[in-house]
């Protein structure tokens, strides 16, 4: 189960995540986002607090995501990284991939 918010802040995608992130939900994601960058998103943050459990698939939609971004000459950042996710972001290395904040507001703040 995975519940997904796109909300635009100064004209940056905020996109909250919530639940599981894996094979049974990452299509879901991966289209909420790839729907942001067309819509002309160069910074999106995923705001993460929320999110219980990561996968592979889970991790492979998030770096999509971020490759779609970066190829508009935007940002990935990521908001509220906690407990397990952070550990699975830490152990797969996608850590140093992505500029990580506090919340949406320490993110919103760097992105200006």
Known sequence: MIQIESTIKNDVTVVRVTGRLDAATSNEFEQ???SAVSAGAHTLILEVSQLRYVSSAGLRVVLSAAKAVQGK???LRVAGLGGMVRE???ISGFSGLFPQHESVEAALAAAE
């Open 73 to 75: 000459g935007g940002t």
């Open 88 to 90: 699975v972001f830490e």
């Open 32 to 34: 909420a986002c790839a």
